[in-house]
């Protein structure tokens, strides 16, 4: 999901006075509370354990603590058979008008998953998140003197351009988001009523400080359905939030969709991509990164579908987004054969690696070479961890340590430090350093 630029009704804020908020301390975890949110810190001592709030806790105890606003919610749809599955969560607007970093935030989600987030809303440990990842900062502002500016394009509408040399790997941009939808609440499901959907939607933005209203007044809508709705569908990013999937068995929990005005107004969506977007779920951030050498007055760009599908995909994807992407690549019927032609190999191989033994250094080599080409390089840190593992199913662990390793380099630029899938890399390269120790057998 993604951005681009419109008109949007005025929001009317319901609470006069946002300036409220109940403020007890934290309560202290022990090892039979907060199960879900304890492993987001990665001090013991100093673990946090925010409490579950939902609007009857709010009105039963006169407190709504970590948020500024009390909660509004509804009730899941009443389940038809009793052998239906287990019944779905509230699904309430949380408000903060003062994040981590200072910014307002409303979410949509569920009382368990605002609990999970809430201790890194508002504190997460920055400096430990900074020095795993080689002592970058994170800083939700501008890069200090902006190497771009916004301009006319012939026949695009408005875009950023480079007005200088940008280095790659140069962080251009960074930001958090003004507002979160947990992302089963946004598809056609049978949990909510889409009416309580739309009325929290509303609800949310209501509740955003003016300034934040006008940012997101700003943007694109293709014009199907509820403005608030149209808005969050056009624009936005998938994020996780709270519990990182996988982590818990509860997959799916941590899907949402992330609106970050600013990047959304500025970056065009094609498939030929100048810049990559890095996700931290540690701390919200949404970061603008320079996928290659930049020269002045080349156009800044991310990707709007995924680096791997073939052309017709990717064409099919924009259609659903409302736009036809006019880059070099999809205006060039050869250079899109070659392309497909390219990818389909590297598909192929992949799937001979199903079977280990056919796994060789110089199939490795050909995928390295092909991905390169086409500029798919922020997948080559899931490819090394598919090649390490495939050697240590061979038993050849020194080569899955190897491949593991340079996955993690990898992942850790283009995933980010603390993206799931970066965790899920390092876990790989232990286990294989407890094997090499004798601290453990080995399981692939």
Known sequence: MLPLISTFATF???FANQGVLANPESIPPTSQ????????HPLNHKRSCPPLV????????NSWY???IPPTCFDPKKQKSKRSEAKASKLCTFTTLDTWAGTP???ITTPETAADAASFIHSPYISWLENDRGGVPFKPTHYPKNPFKIEKLSNKGYGVVATEHIKKNTL???QLPVMLQLLESAEQNDKWETRDVLRLLQQAGNQLPKEQQREVMRLAVQGKGYVVDDIMKTNTFDVTLGVLEGSTGRMGWGSHSGLYPEIAVKYRMTDLNSCFTRYSPSTLIMEIVAYK????GEELSISYAPLNILSTDRSELLKWWGFTCTCALCQNPTAIKKSDKQRN???ALLEEFDTPSKLTEEKIAEIEELVREEGMEGQMGDLYNIVGNVYAQKGEIKRAKEYGTKGVVWLKRYAGADSERTHMAKGFVKRLEDFERGARDWRP
């Open 54 to 61: 939902d609007d009857e806790t709010a009105i039963l105890t």
């Open 345 to 347: 190999r590297i598909q």
């Open 105 to 107: 935030l409303s979410i």
């Open 33 to 40: 509370s907060c199960p879900n949110n304890s492993h987001l």
């Open 66 to 68: 970590p948020w500024s």
């Open 12 to 14: 009317r804020l319901l």
């Open 172 to 174: 251009l941009m960074s």
């Open 293 to 296: 050498d930049i020269s002045p």
